[in-house]
């Protein structure tokens, strides 16, 4: 009787803890998982723990690292320099650090952290969640916060009793690509407030980059004394303006109070690229609501971004798992900016000023858009299509005033970034997803452009079209003495989707020349050594052949990549690969891949810890980098779609950590590879990136019990879209069977239209593989050369 008692008991509290942990669960929210600092290690300058909003222009973060590749936020370096407001790609400025004791105008070293203005920290004091970042400086005995509005910095630090407490703002600070200060000019308009800009000339790979970082700064308590410091030279007791001269590398300035212990003073930063003016228009609009309250400003930033992530609800019994896939979400939405002011003013590639005629539309700068169509172009039509719309208006206003689509437009600047004119399939899914409200004969007349005109440097700096462009339409690909000849491959890809687009607004005659032009990729499969290969412009191929070798960026050869991995580069019609390999060639040698890639992560950096053309190119499956993220799911189209579930997973576990560590191996590149982790988690991928006339989407393996998107009202049903599993777990990965809206489904991939109007996905799963669900060749997801059964 005794031990019964025990037991019972002994039952009782497990049951009652076990209770406890899910009332916890089911009062937290999706905000409540996001972890800021989850992969902030071995990262890029624009993964910031700093607060944020969606596509926000303020971008206010810690940075503690020296200028130099991947510089910023290192979480295992435990000291801070200061907080910076941008953390665009190529872009970077105005640095805040506060500080007491001895005045230091340079930073210091990162390995140093006695050296300089920075100071030390104890990593405990950390905090970071959506909208709010704060952290005790040890060496300055101040309490640091920082939260935002979308292009306004507000920052809260709270002093000890101290004579000459100061805010200092270097305008020169440390970051990823390096700038040349060309100039700067700084004024005080009263005691609480200070204005001023910076001219900034790109460093390095950044040369195309000019821009103004324009800031107008209001204190809640008046300070005693404005003083600035250029090279050298420290001036004190400013009362007129301050000028920096051309190049100076040191140029700041600095306010100083008298604080009592625990005073805080706020300090809110309004940002232009326009002018100083527009700087204060956009402090005023975004901050009157708030005054100096910096709590409002973060609890409605916090809802901001809980909003946003609430339209997908997932539901887990592993917390490890809902981190990771509300910050991966998160991530999704951080680092593209948007550089137009609240009026819709802003500054063009000819760095003359602009008004967007349409009061919602909005400028947006980034990196990039290569293979977006994997991952984020998906991403945002699904969740939040009102962003791709953003998105898509913004390019072509840019097409509108530069004469060409972008491919990254850092600071509305043409980069002429990577390869392809992938902003092409941006606007084409959005359309094909059923996100219409742009000007669709403006778009494709733009998509016609980049497509038949040689690219070529442009007249407001930087570079537009595709570099290889008449040597593709000469051969019929890229020749080796032209450039790599994986943009074969790209180009026609892009080729096709301006044939789906103009298929769908009944452009018959420009469909059909596309529709043949996307057929180029054929030129470049050599069947002797069953790859795709380097061809010359006689026609001949180039010798030797090594399928893992001859990676590059711009010149001969594969970018970023090797043979092996482009070979599977066929988006618009993986149905010729599996037919010029032979399904179980193709699925051997991709699992043989896999296989080999495994151990470390399917990711180069983990091979030798550099980011060397070299490495990214001899490692079979490299999902850090754009041309293999598809790789998973190019079993669903040769009759195995449970390897694409086992390996989708793999990737999830293995790539994909949950520490600062280990959060991405590499480069979480502008929310490219986080937006592939949400997907993949609710278990779909878009092979075809959403481009055709009629979308699919390719299933995969999903993490969840239950997945809940809630679909747009505007653009969509306005219903739900659930993804039910059952028997779900790290061991039982495997479809066993599928039913859609209550009957049994058996293609491994779905309809756009069966999403969007709503409905149920059940999957049971198991922990082997069902070989028959989903494997008959007629059940294949649709290529251009494989017609859909359904």
């Not at 890029?44 to 206010?60: A, E, H, I, N, S």
């Not at 004119?421 to 094909?432: C, G, P, R, T």
């Not at 990676?551 to 010029?580: C, I, K, M, R």
């Amino acid at each position: 009787m005794k031990r019964i008692l025990i037991l019972s008991i002994v039952t009782l509290l497990g049951f009652s803890s076990i209770h406890a942990k899910d009332v916890k669960r089911q009062q937290k929210r999706p905000v409540d998982y996001v972890d800021p600092l989850l992969g902030t290690c071995n990262s890029r300058w624009m993964v910031t723990p700093g607060p944020c909003t969606p596509f926000g222009m303020v971008q206010l973060g810690p940075d503690n690292q020296d200028t130099g590749w991947k510089a910023g936020y290192d979480y295992d370096i435990d000291n801070i320099a200061g907080f910076s407001h941008i953390h665009s790609w190529t872009m970077a400025g105005l640095l805040a650090m506060p500080t007491t004791g001895e005045l230091q105008i340079v930073p210091g070293d990162e390995n140093k952290p006695w050296s300089g203005y920075r100071s030390r920290i104890d990593k405990k004091t950390e905090v970071a969640r959506p909208g709010y970042y704060s952290v005790f400086l040890d060496d300055y005995k101040v309490k640091a916060e920082q939260t935002s509005t979308k292009r306004v910095g507000v920052h809260r630090y709270t002093f000890p009793k101290n004579y000459r407490s100061r805010i200092l703002f270097d305008l020169h600070n440390n970051d990823e690509y390096g700038f040349v200060l060309d100039n700067a000019y700084l004024l005080k308009v009263s005691d609480t407030e200070l204005c001023g800009f910076t001219y900034q000339a790109g460093n390095g790979g950044a040369r195309f980059q000019d821009y103004s970082v324009c800031f107008y700064i209001r204190f809640s308590k008046p300070f005693l004394t404005w003083n600035g410091w250029r090279k050298d030279e420290i001036v004190r007791n400013l009362d007129d303006g301050f000028q920096a001269g051309w190049g100076d590398k040191k140029f700041g300035f600095f306010v100083e109070f008298d604080t009592e212990e625990g005073e805080q003073v706020v300090v809110e930063v309004g940002l232009s690229l326009v002018s100083c003016d527009q700087a204060k228009l956009n402090l005023d609009t975004e901050m009157e609501p708030y005054g100096f309250d910096f709590d409002a400003v973060a609890r409605d930033s916090e809802k901001t971004w809980n909003d946003l992530l609430s339209r997908v609800e997932v539901t887990s019994d592993d917390d490890d798992a809902l981190r990771k896939f509300y910050t991966n979400m998160y991530r999704s939405f951080c680092a593209r900016t948007t550089w137009s002011d609240v009026d819709g003013k802003y500054i063009d590639m000819y760095e003359k000023q602009q008004q967007l005629s349409n009061p919602e539309d909005v400028v947006i700068g980034c990196d990039a858009f290569w293979n977006t169509f994997w991952n984020l172009n998906g991403f945002w039509n699904l969740v939040a299509p009102e962003y791709s719309k953003m998105h898509v208006n913004s390019l072509l206003e840019l097409y509108d005033k530069g004469g060409w689509l972008p491919k990254g437009p850092a600071g509305i600047e043409y980069s002429g970034i990577m390869v392809a004119s992938h902003s092409i399939e941006l606007i084409a899914a959005a359309y094909q997803a059923g996100i219409r409200d742009f000007d669709t004969q403006k778009a494709l007349a733009a998509m016609i452009h980049q497509q038949t005109e040689q690219g070529r440097p442009h007249e407001g700096g930087g570079w537009v079209g595709n570099r290889c462009l008449n040597s593709y339409l000469k051969h019929g690909y890229v020749a080796n003495e032209d450039g790599p000849v994986s943009n074969t491959l790209e180009y026609a890809f892009d080729d096709w989707s301006v044939s789906e687009f103009a298929k769908a607004l009944g452009k018959e005659d420009v469909a059909k020349t596309f529709a043949k032009r996307s057929r180029n990729f054929e030129n470049i499969f050599d069947p002797n050594v069953k790859y795709v290969r380097m061809r010359n412009s006689d026609g001949s191929w180039f010798e030797p052949f090594d399928s893992l070798g001859y990676t590059t960026f711009l010149g001969s050869g594969y970018v970023e990549g090797n043979a092996w991995q482009y070979t599977w580069f066929v988006p618009h019609d993986v149905q010729y690969v599996v037919d010029f390999l032979g399904s179980n060639e193709f699925c051997e040698r991709l699992n043989r891949g896999f296989v080999a890639s495994e151990p470390w992560k399917f990711s180069s950096e983990s091979v030798d810890f550099s980011e060397s053309l070299a490495s990214m190119g001899r490692l079979p499956i490299n999902h850090g980098n754009q041309p293999n993220m598809q790789a998973a799911y190019l079993f669903n189209y040769a009759g195995r779609p449970w390897l694409t579930q086992k390996w989708a997973r793999a990737i999830m576990d293995k790539f994909y950590g949950k520490t600062p560590q280990d959060g991405w191996m590499g480069d979480e590149d502008e929310g490219q590879m986080g937006s592939w982790y949400a997907l993949s988690a609710l278990g779909l991928f878009q092979m075809q990136g959403g481009c055709a006339t009629e979308p699919i989407w390719d299933l995969g393996s999903p993490l969840f019990s239950k997945a809940v998107i809630h679909l747009s009202s505007k653009y969509y049903s306005g219903k739900t879209f659930t993804i039910e599993t059952v028997n779900n777990s790290a061991e039982n990965i495997y479809i066993q069977k599928a039913y859609l809206n209550g009957k049994e489904y058996n293609c491994p991939w779905l309809y756009h239209k069966d999403i969007v109007g709503g409905g149920t996905l059940k999957l049971i799963m198991g922990p082997k593989p069902n070989e028959k669900w989903g494997s008959a060749p007629e059940m294949a997801p649709p290529s251009m050369s494989h017609k859909a059964v359904r």
